[in-house]
Every structure is written in C-alpha cells, then in structure tokens.
C-alpha cells in the first residue's frame, strides 16, 4: 500500500513548566470569547480523551445555549488500560488545566467547574487541593469568579463515559444517557456542560500562551499538534511521551519496541491490536487522514513481544469488559459474558473454532446496538485480535 | 444517636443534603466504617429524604463501595493486562502466602483484606497495588513482603 511515512517527532509542551500563568490567565480572559473559541478552532485541537471532537466547537455550541447557569468538568476518570497521562498532567502541571477551566467557563458563562477525580487517584487530592486554593486566590484577586472542586469517583470504568460521568455526580448509578441531548446543551444537573479530558484542556492552555498556530504547525492534516503517549508492556522505555500526531506505527516501534514486537494495542483496551505485519501502514492519529489506517487513540500504547499469548491479551480484556458493562443495555451485558466465555469454550476444544466467527457476529450486533461507547467498542480489540491471531485463540 | 447516625449526620452537614451528595457521603461512610451495612444506607437514606431503594441503588453499582465488611488495610492488586504481564501473580502469591488469606478475604484480626482490581493507571511501573489510598510500583515478592511487613507494625 502506498504510504506517506511520517517521522516520529517528540514535542515538549504539556510537561513544559511555565511561571506566568497568571498573566496567561488574565490576559487570556481579557480578550473576547469569541476570540478564543476562533483561536481553539483555527488550532484545530481534537479532544485527547478518545473520541475526538474538535474542542473550540465544544465550547462555542456551549457558548450558544442561553441557560443562565452551565458548567465546566475535567474528566479525570483515566480508566482506560495502559493510560496513565492524566495522572502525571494533575500532578506536574495542575495549573495548566484550572487555568483552561477557568477561560471555559468565562468563553461559555459558568461559574462552577468539577474535576471528576476517578477514586484510584485519591492520593492527588491534597497537592490538586492545595493547587485549586491558591489558583482560586489569583482569581479573586483580579476579580474572576470561578470556583473549582473535585468529586471522587468510585472505582467504575464507566464513569469516564460523559454522560454516565454526570449521573455519578448528580448521585445516581453511572449509566450512560441516550444521546441526544449532548452535554453542550444538556449534560451535568440537565444545564449545559462542556465536559474535556485533562490533557485536552491543558493543549488549550498551550494554545492561549503561544497561539494557534504553534499548536497546529505539529502532527499532520487532520491530526493536529502533539499528543500524549502512554507507553507500557514489553518495551524498553515505558513512561509518557508527548509526540507529534500522525507518525507510523513502524517508526514508534522502532523508537520503543523491544526489538521483538508483534503487535501493539493502540488505545487500550476499546482500541485495535495491531499486527507486526501493518505497523509500516498504521498512522496514530484522528480518522480521516488520507493515507494508510489512521487510528483514533486516548494515547494507550502497548506493545507485546513474542512471548505473550494473544489469547491471554484477549481473555484479558473481556474479563475487563465483563465487570466493566454497566450492564444497562443487553447486547453489551449478555454479549461480554458470552465472549468472555465463548473463547475459553473455544480454547478448551468444547466448541469448534468455527465458533469464533459465531463470536465476531456477536461483537459486530455489539457495536451496532450496544447504547455507549464500552458494548460498541468491544469489537475493536475482539475482531483485531482474532482475526489476525486465530491460531491462536484455538490451539 | 448511634455512632453510624453520627457520622451520617456530620457528612450530611459537610457535603449536604442533595441527591448529588450522596456519592460524597457514601465514600466517607466506607472510609469510616469499611462498608455500608444496610443500617448506614437505610439511614443516609433517611438523613437525605431519599427512598432507601435510591440509595442502595447508587451503593451498589461502584466497586469501591465495599458491602460486607472489610479489613482496617483494603489491598488492591491490579489485574488488568500490564500487571498480569509483568508478574501480578507472584505478588499475589507473596500477599496470599504472607497474611494467609485468599482474594476476597479479610485477616481473622480484621486488619487485611485482599482484592483485586482494574488498571491503576501505572501500568508504566507494573505490577502494581493501592492499600488503601496509597499506591505501590514496580512490585516484587520480596518489596510487598517488604511493605506489608511495616503495615503489620501498625496497630489493628
Ligand atoms: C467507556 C468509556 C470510557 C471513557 N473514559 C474516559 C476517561 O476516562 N477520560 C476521558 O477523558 N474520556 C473518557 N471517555 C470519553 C468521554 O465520554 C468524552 O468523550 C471525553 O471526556 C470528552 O473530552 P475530550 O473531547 O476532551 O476528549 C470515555 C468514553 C467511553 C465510552
Ligand atoms: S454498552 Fe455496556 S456500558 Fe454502555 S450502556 Fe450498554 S451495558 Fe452499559
Ligand atoms: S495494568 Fe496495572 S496499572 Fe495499568
């Protein structure tokens, strides 16, 4: 297949310690919000949590509602296998992410924003308190009212689904809603929400320092700017590294493979496993780029060596699905059960390895009727897996 | 008033009455107590106006929300992919060897109970486990043997 290659280039912004937030801060909030929504957009920023969206119209269809009280939430959840970015942005660099609350909340007209904390991370709240206290300061000092406070999670994946993230917070079960209505105009309490992962807002606290286009001049068309990287398994350097959207597979695994790869699981668990054989056709970055496969990702990477049973990866992560399912919606609920059970039949001999197709229909019905995020997205990791490893999930 | 109706009282005052404290108010309950009985949920449910089905409705859904009672020091060894791979069952073994319990069990003096859990978001620094609220890396048999040797120096 014919491939543009992208060279994998690191960038070193979101871990950058910057002393002058406050004067980011105030002079931010001294332009018009308008401005600020056209600078997101020009920058073409996509949401770093998983999905994508592009974040300047987040905030602009939030800024069109004409409810007088709106919020702004941080999702801080992080429970997606192998993402461990979040963590290390609320500890290294907290301000960035209450600065961007704070101009969210004056670009859309709220007052009150939330970091959904997942429980896990308890142990950041006294340093993310501490930080809150003195940004809060700064703020009545130069006459901003915006408040911030952190609500615990409890332990559930799925809270990190945005709707199902605001029914935990207003005290209910953590079901995801129907969508629509969107959060930007009905999400936390039914008011308008916009609701950003942490490294997205701290990507726009980049862009209000050093402009627009320094963000987009990274990464390629349609993936723009940097990202964070989560890289663990069988590599020698596991940690978190900011690199430029868009860069082959190939080229990542030359930089962080053991020497001895054979597939990498790009977006953890709801991502695709990738085998040796695509990595030179495999771009990281948003859909729609041109050339090659392009995979969407939360910035999960994690790489297997020859020595891992892609059985034990797959078992792995239906046993994750399986007490993960909020278990509201059947195809998901019954679904992840029958798979998790399906391939341990198959592997045991008690069901033919014709079976396995049996079980890729299954995960396809999933992804056309499961209700969120989670059911659809089974299939991903199940058919990437299976098809390119049947031999093993039989012998 | 009890000491259960107490604490309820007090986390009510702290957080307030409204449906969307109750989440608050659950996690400070398990804090204290270790669980929620269906005494505390009958009673937050009475101390927030709430029919008590709401509440155990709520209580049940998170994993964190512990409903039988549990050990003074709650381990929870991570389980998901990374952890299994880099050796989450000799830490296991060590813990299960060490304080004699099984996964999902509690130490007869009521200080320990074993557990499992998903990714803790260090997968970087695998294996690893939360007591309680403080996490632990880069886990060996010998460095768990390590840790839970100073947990068992504190009192019970
Ligand atoms: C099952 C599931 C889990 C999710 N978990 C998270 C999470 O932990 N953190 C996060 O930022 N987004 C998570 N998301 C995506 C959110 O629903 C939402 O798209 C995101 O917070 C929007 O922020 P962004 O536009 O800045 O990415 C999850 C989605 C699904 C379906
Ligand atoms: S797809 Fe799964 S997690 Fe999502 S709503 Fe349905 S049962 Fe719940
Ligand atoms: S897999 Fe154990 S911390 Fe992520």
Redesign the interface.
Known sequence: MAFESYQLKRADFIFKNENDWEKILSRTLSRPPQEIINELMSSELKGRGGAGFPTGLKWKLTAEESASVKYVICNADEGEPGTFKDREILSLVPYKVLVAMAVCGYVIGAANGFIYLRGEYKYLVPELNKAIKEFEYYCKEINHNFNISIFLGSGAYICGEETALFDSMEGKRGEPRNKPPYPTSSGYMGKPTVINNVETLAHTFTIFKYGAKKFYDLGVQYSRGSKLFSVSGDTPKPGIYELELGMSLQDFVEEFGDGDTKAVQVGGASGFLVPRKKFAETAIGYKGKLTGISLPTGGSMMLFNSSRSMYNVLDNYLEFFKEESCGQCTPCRVGCQQLYSGIKAVKRGEKPAQYLDKLLKLTETMQLTAKCGLGQSVANSFSSIVENFREEMIY | MNPVQDLIKSLADKHGK???????I??GVVEQEKYLSEYSMIEIARELDLPAAEVF??AT?????EHKKMGKYIIRVC????C??KGKNQILHAIEDMLKVSIGETTPDGKFSLMQ??????????PAM?IN???YTELTPEKVREILGEYMKRES
């Open positions: 409204n449906r969307e404290n109750l989440l608050p659950l996690q409705g709520t859904f998170y994993s964190f929300l389980k998901t992919i990374t299994s791979m859990t998903n990714c803790l978001g260090w997968c970087h620094k695998a939360l609220n403080d996490i």
